[in-house]
């Protein structure tokens, strides 16, 4: 089975730096993935690694580490369009699939 | 626009109808899934399916099915609803060679 655990809520200051950190637990891996949900409309991908490292894509970056089971989601420079719930997601190793697991997500706000 | 779309965006029904929520996507992509998020926003993977497979999530209740009358749709069909299948539904579409999955808008299902 799969165990994806973030923390609920986060608040920050906008044109600040915030960390969202993920840990996963999987019966095989194949892939972490972020996305960004904005509250009443669809989940957005934002990043995927599958070798442990930091891919950047303009102000979000993200980290993998597959021996720790570890990543996390590095957002510069907050705007305050950033609130949203953020979502960590395993890809399983199965087969003819590619479903994500997804964590419970985590809500961050941006304050001025 | 090129893009996953499902209808209805609302659907306000009784405890133990029956209801199909349709989903199309004109991207090209040969995998199709459904996820349903609860009212604590967890978004949970219930089908995916390709021309070749379907994989269901072992939680599912078998009131719900999938249908695919062509690799563009794939369609919820659920039977005798229940009070706990209130929530939001979304659909979405990848190509098994690229790894972002691309949602659709939603469906809010309220069961009274």
């Known amino acids: 089975g799969q165990n994806i655990d973030q923390p609920t809520e986060m608040t920050a200051t906008e044109g600040a730096i915030v960390q969202i950190n993920c840990t996963y637990q999987?019966?095989?891996?194949?892939?972490l993935f972020w996305y960004q949900q904005h509250a009443g409309e669809a989940p957005t991908f934002l990043s995927y690694?599958?070798?442990?490292g930091l891919e950047e894509k303009g102000r979000f970056s993200s980290f993998l580490s597959r021996s720790k089971g570890y990543s996390y989601l590095l957002l510069k420079e907050l705007q305050m369009k950033d609130s949203a719930s953020y979502l960590c997601?395993?890809?399983?190793?199965?087969?003819?699939?590619?479903?994500?697991?997804f964590g419970t997500g985590t809500r961050l706000t941006v304050i001025p | 626009d090129t893009a996953v779309s499902q209808t209805p965006k609302y659907l306000v029904t009784q405890m133990g109808n029956d209801k199909s929520i349709k989903c199309e996507q004109n991207l090209g992509h040969d995998t199709m899934y459904w996820y349903k998020q609860d009212s604590k926003k967890f978004l949970k993977i219930m089908f995916s399916?390709?021309?070749?497979?379907?994989?269901i999530n072992e939680t599912v209740p078998n009131r719900f099915s999938p249908k695919s009358p062509d690799k563009a749709h794939l369609n919820l069909h659920i039977n005798s609803l229940e009070l706990g299948d209130s929530a939001v539904y979304f659909c979405a579409s990848s190509q098994a060679s690229v790894n972002e999955q691309f949602f659709g808008p939603g469906t809010r299902l309220t069961v009274l």
């Open positions: 999987t019966s095989g891996f194949n892939g």
């Open positions: 690694n599958v070798l442990d």
């Open positions: 399916y390709n021309n070749k497979e379907l994989i």
């Open positions: 997601a395993v890809r399983g190793r199965q087969t003819g699939a590619n479903n994500l697991f």
